[in-house]
Structure formats: structure tokens, C-alpha cells
T-cell receptor, first 115, second 114 residues
Framework: NAGVTQTPKFRVLKTGQSMTLLCAQD?????MYWYRQDPGMGLRLIHY???????AKGEVPDGYNVSRLKKQNFLLGLESAAPSQTSVYFC??????????????FGPGTRLTVL | LAKTTQPISMDSYEGQEVNITCSHN???????ITWYQQFPSQGPRFIIQ???TKVTNEVASLFIPADRKSSTLSLPRVSLSDTAVYYC???????????????FGKGTKLSVIP
């Protein structure tokens, strides 16, 4: 199993450009998440999905959109990139938690720079 | 969301046992305590999870006192490869709406010295 994969690994954008980050998992997980991590900081949840066709906002959703058209894929879109969105983006997935138990499996990350 | 407090950084010599304590005073009844490890330029990796008392796996031990207001991650005989950031998370209770959000703090940066 490949686990959680992210495409691309690196990207440089100019302010105002748009792009889509792709996350794919082959573990048949119900839940998927997008986080961002800024230097010296912990991870902050952007959006998450509890199943195919559903999405919800996390802690820092502004400026991002997501879609979960297929269970195995979770897309993160930036419609008009801003320098403040320069960050490392991590995707994660997990089984249906239930009773507070969980383990999230993380991808390798996408390093995005917005000039 | 229950919040956690842990030391910003710790140093340890190779071969020593390292204990990282996390405070979570507002932990809810159904919450579990989970620790993740993150190496530079990589995503976090699950280490261990527990609810109460002691949990041990091949990597670490987790000690949780009866009041569950804190927990201690114990790494036996650390090596240079254990240099990483360690995050303590308290899982939010599963809700009927199906939402499940976690909060990663800044973590504890462990530096293992030769």
C-alpha cells in the first residue's frame, strides 16, 4: 500500500494564481483532512471530510476550498493565492473514529511558496 | 476542544530515557490521549494512544494518572534518530454529527545529543 500520497511535492505560485493540491489514500479511510504547517508551528486544520461528497471547515478555512468526489481523493484548492498561504500542506486520513479513538495517517506534504 | 500544554524543547543524551509530560486539564470523559512524532520535512507519525493507566508498545510507553489531567510519554534509551518534534493530542469526543477535529499544538522539540 502506498498509504497517503500528495501531489505535487513542491510548487511556487505568483500572487493571484490558482492551484489544486491532490491527496490520495488507498486504505479505504472514511475521514480525510487538510492541514497547514507554518515554520515553528504545529499543524492547523483547514478542512476535513467525513465521507465521500461531504466537507466541513476546520480552524483556518478562509482562502481554501475542498472537494471529495471520490472516497480515496481529497482536493484542496486555492482560487487566488496570497503570500500568507505560503506553507507546508499535509493531508491525512483515518478510519471512522468512534468513541474518541483515532489514528491519522499523514502524507509527505506539499511545500507551497506564494510570491 | 481540550487543549494541551507541553514543554517547548528538551535535550537528552543518547541512551537515556526521556519523559515528556503533557498537561490537559480539560480532558473530557470520552477523550483519548495520543502522541505523534514528526521529523523535519515529514508528516507526523502516530506513536501511541491511551485512555488511562499505562500503555506500552514497541516504541514508547504512555503513563496516564487516575485523574487523566496529564500524561507522560516515555522513550526508552533514545538514539540520535529520535530527534524530532513530539505532539500530545487529546481527541475531541465523537459527536453525532460525525465531526472529529484534532488540535496540534507546537509540540516538544526533542534534541538527542551524542
Amino acid at each position: 500500500n502506498a498509504g497517503v500520497t500528495q501531489t505535487p511535492k513542491f510548487r511556487v505560485l505568483k500572487t493571484g494564481q490558482s492551484m489544486t493540491l491532490l491527496c490520495a489514500q488507498d486504505m479505504n479511510h472514511e475521514y480525510m483532512y487538510w492541514y497547514r504547517q507554518d515554520p515553528g508551528m504545529g499543524l492547523r486544520l483547514i478542512h476535513y471530510s467525513v465521507g465521500e461528497g461531504t466537507t466541513a471547515k476546520g480552524e483556518v478555512p478562509d482562502g481554501y476550498n475542498v472537494s471529495r468526489l471520490k472516497k480515496q481523493n481529497f482536493l484542496l484548492g486555492l482560487e487566488s493565492a496570497a503570500p500568507s498561504q505560503t506553507s507546508v500542506y499535509f493531508c491525512a486520513s483515518s478510519y471512522l473514529p468512534g468513541q474518541g479513538r483515532y489514528e491519522q495517517f499523514f502524507g509527505p506534504g506539499t511545500r507551497l511558496t506564494v510570491l | 476542544l481540550a487543549k494541551t500544554t507541553q514543554p517547548i524543547s528538551m535535550d537528552s543524551y543518547e541512551g537515556q530515557e526521556v519523559n515528556i509530560t503533557c498537561s490537559h486539564n480539560n480532558i473530557a470523559t470520552n477523550d483519548y490521549i495520543t502522541w505523534y512524532q514528526q521529523f523535519p520535512s515529514q508528516g507526523p507519525r502516530f506513536i501511541i494512544q491511551g485512555y488511562k493507566t499505562k500503555v506500552t508498545n514497541e516504541v514508547a510507553s504512555l503513563f496516564i494518572p487516575a485523574d487523566r489531567k496529564s500524561s507522560t510519554l516515555s522513550l526508552p534509551r533514545v538514539s540520535l534518530s529520535d530527534t524530532a518534534v513530539y505532539y500530545c493530542l487529546v481527541g475531541d469526543s465523537y459527536s453525532g454529527a460525525g465531526s472529529y477535529q484534532l488540535t496540534f499544538g507546537k509540540g516538544t522539540k526533542l534534541s538527542v545529543i551524542p
